[in-house]
């Protein structure tokens, strides 16, 4: 852990994420500690998550011994709501995964696909703020004629110091944040041209703070309701992987994390990369959160909701706890099977969109009468998704380079799930180590906040690694990239 000062100093942290947002008061002195945890489910309107997030921020300082000296912000990419002229929010959230792909196919075509991801680093624009904005003006929406666009963390920055603020790692999830060369000044605010392309006048979205900076302080009335004093500062932390990835000490090119929620994302550190080979692997290029290196994101946007539909579509009626544990003994024996982990198509590596989950058994396990057991059906599963990890690792080596033999994973069902862990520990290549944090983004908001406003250079600790290096599962790597390459799919 870097150098921390032996007064403790109390930080907040919030992430808002696609399922649930969590606020963390994180107490930083020797060591750093969540003092306070409270998650709430993410609601569907812009109002709503304000008054959620004031209230969760409420209820966690209430009483609090430790005076807060700072508040961080973070959030998932690409999902935000119209506001009007004076910030009030309209209406529902319009999500990362509500993208409208018709939409986005009329932008990349007349702008070009390749000159979007060239200027941009972006190589999903259905998912994006821009193509939402070119919908609704397509469908003739009257709220445009005199609407903002507020991110999920800008809702919430404006919420507590009045003015809505963004930084450069979600700007970057936009489509309308120009990502200059490596090496090279990040830009200071969104792209007149990139946003002209779907008729928005630069006023209309958020302003960028530069890297370091902070987005503004605690208003009177947003202190009032909270119980806190005015002027606070407040930091726009960033895209929620971004966060976590820096908070557990990702910082550096070669570093890498593995973060897992709804989605799972993994995230390299880079010097260079080169960005038209990164999109036609489909992955997205950002900067650190302190803007100094690259970062070359994959993902898998149905990790974590792929156990969730295993249990309802594979294995209705089964006991949970039971069959986590049954599989968990099963995951150190050998691997028979796996899922092609892909509800709604592939992202990265070698996009496809018409993948779809695919049971594949591997030679000799064809009349295997093991697989119909439940324990190995979740077995087949879990190791789908960690072969997926695996492939996305290799094909990020093959763009940026080696990662260090240390790979950090962020919380989430990807490290809780013990049979998961275990098959990831066998089949990617090097070490494991779990962040030990309970809240891992949002306590990185906090961490991050205390960095900027007090100086403290943090991160969280890594537990000590479960198991040996591993030297990864080639063999069985080739096999689920053949499977998952070839065109003749036919859905579970």
């Not at 007349?110 to 259905?126: F, N, R």
């Not at 703070?209 to 930091?235: E, K, M, S, Y």
């Not at 990864?472 to 065109?487: M, N, Q, S, Y």
């Amino acid at each position: 852990m870097g150098d921390v000062t032996s007064a403790p100093l109390a930080a907040l942290g919030v992430d808002v994420g696609t399922t649930n947002t969590k606020v963390v008061l994180a107490v930083l002195g020797d060591a750093v500690r969540e003092e306070r945890t409270l998650t709430v489910p993410t609601p569907g309107t812009g109002a709503g998550l304000q008054a959620v997030v004031l209230n969760a921020i409420r209820d966690v300082v209430l009483d609090s011994p430790h005076p807060v000296a700072a508040i961080g912000v973070a959030s998932m990419g690409e999902t935000g709501c119209l506001t009007a002229h004076g910030g009030e929010p309209l209406g529902d959230l319009l999500r990362w995964a509500d993208g409208d792909t018709s939409t986005a196919e009329r932008l990349a075509a007349s702008a070009g696909a390749d000159a979007l991801y060239a200027a941009t680093g972006v190589p999903a624009p259905a998912k994006s703020p821009l193509t939402h904005w070119l919908r609704l003006a397509e469908q003739g929406d009257a709220r445009l004629a005199d609407a903002r666009w507020r991110g999920a963390d800008a809702l919430v920055v404006a919420a507590l110091t009045g003015e809505a603020v963004t930084d450069h790692t979600l700007a970057a999830r936009t489509m309308a944040y120009r990502l200059p060369a490596a090496g090279e000044p990040l830009a200071e605010s969104f792209d007149a041209d990139l946003l002209a392309l779907a008729g928005i006048a630069s006023d209309r979205f958020p302003r960028v703070a530069r890297p370091g900076d902070i987005a503004g302080r605690l208003t009177p009335q947003a202190a009032a309701a909270l119980g806190l004093p005015a002027g606070i500062p407040v930091v726009a932390a960033g895209h929620d992987h971004a966060v976590g990835a820096w908070a557990a000490g990702v910082r550096e090119p070669g570093d890498a994390a593995d973060s897992v929620g709804t989605a799972e994302a993994l995230l390299r550190v880079a010097s260079q990369v080169d960005r038209e080979a990164a999109r036609r692997q489909g992955m997205s290029l950002a900067r650190t959160v302190d803007g100094r290196h690259e970062t070359l994101l994959a993902g898998n946007p149905t990790a974590g909701a792929l156990v969730e539909w295993a249990f309802a579509a594979l294995l209705p009626g089964a006991d949970r706890h039971d069959l986590l544990e049954h599989a968990a003994a099963l995951a150190d024996g050998p691997v028979r099977a796996f899922l092609l982990p892909y509800l709604r198509g592939r992202q990265s590596p070698q996009p496809d969109p018409a993948a779809a989950p695919r049971l594949v058994r591997l030679a000799g396990a064809a009349s295997d009468p093991g697989l119909s057991d439940p324990g190995a059906t979740l077995v087949a599963v879990l190791a789908g998704l960690a072969l997926q990890l695996a492939w996305m690792d290799a094909a990020q080596t093959g763009l940026a380079g080696p990662r260090r033999d240390e790979l950090a994973v962020l919380g989430g069902p990807g490290a809780a799930n013990d049979g998961w862990w275990r098959l990831k520990q066998r089949i990617l290549r090097g070490t494991l180590r779990r962040v030990d944090s309970a809240e891992p983004v949002a306590t990185g908001a906090a961490l991050l906040a205390a960095h900027r406003v007090a100086g403290l250079m943090t991160s969280l600790p890594l537990r000590s690694a479960d198991s040996a290096a591993s030297a990864g599962d080639p063999v069985l790597l080739d096999a689920f990239v053949e499977a998952a390459t070839l065109h003749d799919k036919e859905p579970a």
